[in-house]
């Protein structure tokens, strides 16, 4: 592996139980990426997913286009966002850690370490950080629903991983989430019921938002403790279209 | 309506053969009155075709086509079969595709010349044999019917499949002995004139083509309810001679016995059917 | 004919304009959108007549997108048909009708509507299917795997093989004017690799929704329309050709062999629209060439480029954005001076090095490497197909953990 | 086309054996080569007048008058054929005729050669048939006869005849009728 050259590219496997909102959070994640001038894709793992069974995620941001498909399968990042993720692994099919690569970065949503032993004999010498950072407890607290523990991911990997600011964080999750209404909502005769369903909507997405930004803040106070410097390069103007 | 594309350029008239002028002028165009009553004396909108001698088929051919209230703008679908035989020498645009797709592929020609030509009717007319309405082509035709098609579905029942050497069909009867039946068909023939009233068809009828003037009733009545109510289904039954073993000259006489038995006329109507075939007969249509 | 320059509409009420000017000259912006979502926004600039459905993972979403554009009057018919055996005759009857058709479909529902395809490039229909290849059950999986594609070489179809979602949109749009054209007019299977491209989210370029391409004219195809409004008034679509239908043995050959020219005359219309058959990636000197298409090809590309910044090794890709028609010659160019072939591919029969090897018999010396293949779903990472190469190289592994 | 007929027992495309396509707008297809439109008249015409027993076979598009090009198009087939002093023989429609065709009266796309060996043709002009049949029905001219065919397409042309001229409206054949006629001047006919 070419550790000595610069990153030219991240690729990211979330593992998550199904219902968590980890296409959401990825989709977000490639948004943001792209609002910041970053080549970015993201995909759900393709396969028929169930709520509450094992399910996983990708984003891949890059300086360069991006070819590469699927699965991630060597990832310099893994955002677990469930415990049970740790023990069975995408389906059962292989340890959680499968494929990390050398200086890779894991973020686990839990206060404590829950790795085993045999998996930081696996992890240590490939030098991989582990960032233990309880998303779910923080979504509570913060937008007080669980359901925006995919926004405490997804600030977490951008606080930890210093590639875009917390504008371009925001700016995804309002793609996400507004696209349908401005298509609709640019006519006159908008309705009070669609209104008033706006208005709530426009109250989640800020809660959405400050779940993130304040979980970026938490991971940029762990990346600065642990001495990461950005992970990639800033990205080309030619990105930027 | 498209009468325009049977006209022969004046320049080229002369080198073209006289059973093509015919059809320009002497068939019969523009004019819903038309009816069995034309076919001594107008130009008949199929030529010499390649049934066997006898064959009920070519009767039943010559009956609808003389029916048709819209000829010049009636567009016939087709199965595999022997009546695919025929489709080549009919003076219409007829469809011939895969065994059993017929109501399909008129399902997407009439919904997309309903979209191309809001303004014109254009009758859809499926014409298949018994194997491709009721066995391959079940699931088409049913469908078809549930989607409330505005198509006329006819089906040639001949009992058999004759085309390919005399094979027990769906409608052939329990216990007759046919090529992959050969301890004689072990259940009963599909009551599909049932079945096209269960799954939505406004009008439905079961007939022989032993009385052309019957036929050309219910052809008429199919259409019209067709285009303006919705799914129509009409069962005829065409014996095939050869495969019973009968003489070229014996399908009348096998048709008008099976008028009073398994064949006798069935006719369903639906409501708004009756209003649609009432407003016709008075307009002097049917 | 006519030659005025007035302003036309379509029934959407979109600004008709040429395919030169929506393909290559409209301005641009960029969405950030899944290869489902990019099929409704080609549909949306096509002029489409007619679409007909049928569920089945992963193309039911783009079906659903379409069904939207008929709800807001982008599309003049369409709806669920009951299979997709069912669907292909649909839409053949719309084409037939002379309309403008497309639908989309995958893995087992592509192999169930397998006799329609046959058919439709016999009657000259210039339908187009997007199909987002999936396994066929053997046993069931609905995971990308492109065997199917295998099936469908042979049955008179324009088959493309799209990259990106851009280039699916760019794709569909070409797709019908490269099929309609009189000349041609053959259908067009537009594939993609399933998941990979429909459920991916990427940024695409589109120009404006208020243009589209000019609406199909069916009377200059080769064969009238079933609509009584072109004569002969006689027409059946289409007979049996056969000697005891009165007709010669070799009227069926010359069919088949006219609509496999049909799709031989595709070619310069594609050097027109898609830029070329083939698109070539890497380093023009590359001795060692991956030949590829869909993801496969994307996929060597990462790879080309990790064999070329970290293993100092010169490599480059010929991406096949055809495969029917197979870009023969462009093959044979590209082969010279190179010292190893690889063909990677989605699929466990290896299609596409059967057709490579095929059109290079006796032509070349150089090995051809049929690899890596996966299949089931299984992703193809760059890594691996590095490891393939610097195993052949007999060089040392360093790229997989 | 690459070369005149027969060319074997079975109807080869060049498209697809020989890799001869339509020519490109503005152009015509003379044998293997893309010439101007103006020579491929030219030599077409030169062959109507030289070869044996010039027959001119008119399709559907332009023996019916379903539009008005289709009914000028229709006077000017038969000038045409006068210029040529050449027979005109309809392929009216593209059915399987039984019991038979007459070959004397009619050609059929399912096999023209009939026609074509029937009256000894060795020069014809396609006019107003549909593309694909009359690709079909070259396809097999090519490969049982040694007829020289010339294809007046409003499209994009046909490969498989051994003169194809494309995008062939009124205006077109007014032209080529003017060549014709001066063809027969330098030929003294």
């Given amino acids: ?241 | ?286 | 004919m006519q030659k005025t320059q007035q302003i036309k509409y379509n029934r959407a009420g979109q600004k008709v304009v040429s395919p030169e000017y929506l393909l290559f000259e409209a301005p641009r912006q960029k969405q950030f959108m899944t290869g489902s979502e990019v099929v409704k926004e080609a549909v949306k600039r096509a002029s489409v007549d007619a679409s007909v459905s049928y569920p089945i993972t992963p193309q039911s979403e783009a079906a659903h997108l379409i069904g939207e554009l008929w709800a807001e009057g982008y599309v003049g018919v369409y709806f669920r048909g009951e299979s997709e055996f069912s669907v292909m005759s649909q839409l053949a009857g719309c084409s037939m009708a002379g309309g403008r058709a497309i639908t989309t479909t995958s893995g087992p529902g592509t192999l169930r509507a397998m006799e329609n395809f046959p058919m439709w490039a016999g009657s000259r229909l210039p339908l187009q299917l997007v199909l987002m290849a999936r396994g066929v059950n053997s046993p069931l999986t609905i995971q990308p795997d492109n065997l199917e594609v295998s099936f469908l070489l042979d049955t008179g179809c324009m088959i493309w093989h799209a990259e990106t979602a851009q280039e699916l949109f760019d794709m569909i749009l070409a797709g019908f004017v490269v099929a309609e054209q009189p000349d041609v007019h053959v259908p067009l299977i537009t594939v993609i690799d399933g998941f990979f491209i429909s459920h991916t989210r990427e940024a695409v370029m589109l120009p404006p929704d208020d243009i589209a391409l000019p609406p199909y004219n069916p009377y200059i195809s080769p064969i009238p329309p079933i609509d009584m409004e072109m004569p002969p008034g006689r027409f059946l679509r289409d007979p049996f050709v056969m000697k005891s239908n009165y007709t010669s043995y070799a009227t069926h050959a010359s069919w088949q062999f006219e609509v496999r020219a049909a799709i031989e005359r595709s070619r310069p219309y594609i050097r027109k629209y898609l830029k070329g058959l083939v698109e070539e990636f890497g380093d023009p000197e590359g001795e060692i060439l991956f030949i590829a298409s869909g993801t496969a090809a994307a996929q060597a590309k990462e790879a080309t480029q990790m064999l070329i910044h970290d293993e100092g090794i010169k490599a480059r890709v010929l991406r096949l954005k055809t495969v029917r028609p197979f870009p023969a010659k462009e093959i044979e160019e590209a082969v010279k001076g190179v010292k190893y072939v690889f063909i990677p591919e989605f699929n466990v029969v290896g299609w596409l090095e059967r057709e490579v090897r095929n059109v290079l018999y006796g032509k070349t010396n150089v090995p051809i490497i049929g690899s890596p293949k996966v299949a089931g779903g299984m992703t193809m990472p760059p890594e691996i197909i590095v490891e393939e190469v610097l195993r052949i190289l007999g060089k040392e592994v360093k790229h997989v953990p | 086309m690459a070369k005149l007929g027969p060319a074997g027992y079975s109807p080869y495309p060049v498209a697809l054996y020989e890799g001869i396509l339509t020519p490109p707008p503005g152009k015509a297809l003379l044998f293997t080569e893309l010439v101007d439109e103006e020579i491929a008249m030219r030599e077409a015409a030169k062959a109507m007048f030289t070869r044996e027993n010039p027959t001119v076979f008119p399709g559907p598009q332009v023996l019916y008058a379903w539009n008005e090009e289709a009914k000028k198009k229709a006077q000017l087939v038969r000038k045409m054929a006068e210029v040529f002093g050449a027979r005109i023989i309809p392929m009216y429609d593209y059915r399987p005729k039984y019991p038979k065709i007459d070959p004397q009266k009619e050609i059929n796309p399912n096999h023209p050669n009939l026609t074509i060996w029937h009256n000894n043709i060795k020069v014809c002009i396609f006019i107003g048939v549909h593309c694909h049949y009359a690709n079909v029905a070259l396809k097999i001219i090519r490969a049982e006869t040694d007829c020289y065919t010339i294809a007046l397409c409003g499209n994009a042309g046909h490969e498989d005849a051994t003169v194809t001229l494309r995008d062939q409206h009124s205006e077109e054949l007014e032209k080529f009728i003017r060549i014709a006629e001066e063809v027969k001047r330098e030929l003294k006919k």
């Avoid at chain 1, 998550?16 to 609002?35: P, R, S």
């Avoid at chain 1, 990390?100 to 490939?126: F, Q, W």
């Avoid at chain 2, 695919?84 to 010349?113: C, D, E, M, W």
């Avoid at chain 2, 058999?160 to 046919?178: C, D, M, P, R």
């Fill in chain 1, 1 to 241: 592996m070419s550790q000595h050259r610069k990153r030219r590219r991240i690729n990211i496997r979330m593992p998550a139980i199904g219902g968590q909102g980890a296409v959401t959070a990825a989709h977000i994640m490639a948004t943001a990426a792209d609002h910041a001038g970053y080549y970015a894709v993201s995909n759900p793992f393709f396969g028929a997913e169930k709520r509450m069974a094992p399910a996983e995620s990708y984003v891949r941001i890059g300086i360069e286009p991006i070819y590469d498909r699927g699965e991630v399968v060597y990832p310099d990042v893994i955002m677990v966002f469930h415990p049970q993720v740790i023990t069975m692994g995408k389906s059962y099919t292989m340890p959680f850690y499968s494929g990390i690569k050398k200086g890779g970065l894991i973020i686990v949503n839990s206060e404590e370490d829950l790795l085993s032993e045999e998996d930081h004999k696996y992890l240590d010498p490939l030098e991989v950080k582990i960032f233990n950072f309880p998303a779910t407890k923080f979504a509570l607290e913060i937008a007080g629903t669980e359901l925006a523990t995919n926004m405490a991911m997804l600030g977490a990997f951008f606080g930890a991983t210093q590639i875009v600011g917390t504008e371009s964080v925001e700016e995804g999750i309002k793609a996400r989430f507004l696209k349908r209404f401005v298509a609709s909502g640019g006519t006159a005769s908008l309705d009070s019921a669609i209104e008033r369903k706006f208005k709530k909507k426009l109250e989640l997405i800020e809660k959405n938002i400050n779940t993130a930004k304040a979980s970026y803040e938490v991971a940029q106070e762990w990346a600065k403790d642990q001495g990461i410097k950005p992970w990639l390069p800033a990205p080309k103007e030619t990105a930027k279209v």
């Fill in chain 2, 1 to 286: 309506m498209s009468l325009k594309i049977f006209k022969i350029n004046e320049a080229l008239k002369e080198f073209v053969p006289s059973e093509i002028v015919d059809l320009e002028e002497k068939a019969t165009w523009g004019n819903p009155k038309r009816g069995i009553w034309d076919l001594p004396y107008a130009k008949e909108l199929v030529e010499e075709h390649s049934l066997c001698a006898g064959c009920p088929e070519s009767l039943a051919f010559r009956y609808i086509l003389a029916s048709l209230p819209n000829p010049e703008d009636t567009i016939i679908i087709n199965s595999t079969g022997c009546t695919s035989l025929v489709f080549p020498h009919i003076a219409l645009h007829t469809v011939h595709s895969l065994f059993g797709n017929q109501n399909a592929i008129a399902s997407g020609i009439k919904r997309t010349l309903e979209w191309r030509f809001p303004d014109k009717v254009k009758d859809v007319v499926v014409l298949a044999g018994d194997g491709a309405t009721v066995d391959i082509g079940l699931e088409c035709t049913l469908h078809s019917f549930f989607r409330q098609e505005r198509i006329t579905t006819i089906c040639f029942d001949n009992e058999v499949y004759a085309n390919t050497g005399g094979q027990e069909s769906g409608l052939t009867v329990k216990g007759q002995i046919f090529k992959m039946a050969p301890k004689g068909k072990q259940w009963d023939k599909v009551p599909m004139w049932q079945l096209a009233i269960d799954s939505g068809c406004h009008y439905v009828a079961r007939l022989t083509v032993s009385s052309p003037k019957r036929v050309e009733k219910v052809i008429k009545q199919a259409i019209y309810v067709a285009r303006e109510v919705g799914p129509t289904y009409v069962h005829l039954y065409t014996p095939c001679i050869l495969e019973i073993g009968l003489n070229s000259d014996d399908a009348l006489e096998e048709m008008r016995g099976r008028d009073k038995e398994r064949f006798k006329f069935f006719e369903y109507i639906s409501e708004k059917a009756k209003e649609v075939i009432e407003r016709k007969k008075q307009e002097g249509l049917i």
